[in-house]
Every structure is written in C-alpha cells, then in structure tokens.
C-alpha cells in the first residue's frame, strides 16, 4: 500500500513539475508577443514623428518664401521657420525616447519608464506649441489687416490644422496609453 502511494506522489510530483514548465515557456511567449505588440505600436509612432519632422523642414524654406510673397513683414517668416525647427528638434529628441532596441532588450520597467516619457513631452510640447499658435494669428491678422483673402485663408487653415494637430495628438497619446496599459496589466494583473 505505501508503495502504492509513494509511485502516485511522484507521477504527482512529474505532473506538477511538467505543468510549471508550461506555465513557465507560456509567460515567456506572452512576454515576447507582448513586446512586439508593443514594439509596432512604437513603430507607429515613430513613423508619425517623422512625417512632423518632414513637415517642419519643409515649413521652414517655405515660410521663409511665402510670408514675404504673401505681403507679411520677412520676421514673421523667420520666426516661423525659427519655431518649425525648433519642433523638428523636438520631434527627434521623441524618436530618440522609444528606440526599437528599447522593446527587444529592455526591461518592462525601462519601457514603460520610456512611454511615461513620451507621453509627458508631448503634452509638455503644448505649452509651447499653444501660445506660440496664438502669437502667431494675432500677428499674421495684425500685418494682413485689409487683406480679406488672407485673412480667411488663414482662419480655413487655423480650423484644418487645429483638427488634423488635435487628431493627430489624440491617436499619439492613445497609441502610448494602450503602451502602458499593456505594460500595466501584464506586471500588475488583476486578482
């Protein structure tokens, strides 16, 4: 009888050892599907960014030509395309905050340190971006007055580009939320 026991204690013993080994290859396999979840979601961010950063180069040389052309003082060309570069440097300091290296060798924590990061510049970039949005229509109305054409050309562009700029912000900062949620759920899940 206690022969008996002792070969079912350790087919028990197998089983639950087999089990942890499932258990085991199962989170690792959870883990990399989650990184390169993760990883494309990054992606999609970075591609983002650099689509802002072509943007911006392209306003500057353009800003530089137009504003003259279109009548404008040549300083408020120059303030914009200072402004256009100096988002272009930002926009490649936030490339530089996910790199795709980040989501292969990097520890959870360090990505989500990183997306945290992310997500906080990018809504820091609106203490910047808003009042410098202001100064410039207030000054662009300012040096047009008497040019109606303008003016209504650059209130149907202030209301395209406040929609595609607030859409655009949304999808990132959602994009990097779902990041961290992820992030969240798998080291905090609950109970």
Not at 47 to 70: D, E, H, K, M, N
Not at 154 to 165: A, K, Y
Request: charged letters at 20%; hydrophobic letters at 50%; aromatic letters at 12%.
């Amino acid at each position: 009888m206690n022969n008996y026991n002792d070969n079912e204690l350790r087919e028990l013993r197998e089983q639950v050892e087999k089990l942890r080994e499932m258990l085991g290859k199962e989170e690792i396999l959870n883990e990399r599907l989650l990184r390169r979840t993760m990883g494309t979601k990054a992606g999609t961010l970075k591609r983002r960014g650099i689509a802002l950063i072509v943007i911006a180069i392209i306003l500057i040389p353009y800003s530089l030509w137009a504003f003259p052309f279109l009548g404008l003082p040549p300083f408020v060309g120059y303030i914009t395309a200072a402004f256009a570069l100096v988002a272009a440097i930002y926009d490649i300091a936030l490339l530089t905050v996910l790199p795709d290296s980040l989501f292969s060798r990097g520890t959870l924590v360090e990505i989500l340190s990183a997306a945290v990061r992310y997500k906080r510049m990018h809504i820091y970039w609106l203490f910047v971006g808003i009042p410098f949005l202001i100064c410039f229509v207030v000054m662009c109305y300012h040096y047009s007055e008497g040019n109606t054409a303008f003016q209504i050309g650059m209130c149907v562009g202030l209301i395209f580009g406040t929609i595609f700029g607030c859409l655009s912000l949304f999808k990132t900062l959602r994009t990097t939320q779902e990041i961290i949620d992820q992030i969240n759920d798998l080291t905090h899940p609950t109970e």
